[in-house]
């Protein structure tokens, strides 16, 4: 059973940066593949990156490629999502999520366990 905490969303400029972090708690976070997903109201929560169990692949949506880096560090159970030249359209309710097989994956489907969310305003 892993259970995951997401922070470090909040306000920003376009063109600014921010750091999620999700933060995980269980024994076996290292054998996990982790992504992050994101949701605007009234939308389908759509894919951003995913890392693999060693951190050794990752993938990401081409709407944040060269934008966004996934990391994690498994000493610590954390994962990251820097995100730099941040857009408005970048705005919504960013989710980490994990998936037992340790895989780089898009579906949504494939991951077993979930956070609650932080949200990422993005001004104009």
């Known amino acids: 059973q892993v259970q995951l905490v997401e922070s470090g969303g909040g306000s920003v400029q376009a063109g600014g940066s921010l750091r999620l972090t999700c933060a995980a708690s269980?024994?076996?976070?290292?054998?996990?593949?982790l992504a992050w997903f994101r949701q605007v109201p009234g939308q389908e929560r759509e894919f951003v990156a995913a890392i693999s169990w060693g951190g050794h692949t990752s993938y990401y949506a081409d709407s944040v490629k060269g934008r966004f880096t996934i990391s994690r560090d498994n000493t610590r159970n954390t994962a990251w999502l820097h995100m730099n030249s941040l857009k408005p359209e970048d705005a919504a309710l960013y989710y980490c999520a994990a998936n037992k097989d340790g895989i780089t994956t898009t579906i949504q489907g494939r991951y077993d366990y979930w956070g609650q969310g932080t949200q990422v305003t993005v001004s104009s």
């Open positions: 269980g024994q076996t976070f290292s054998s996990y593949g």
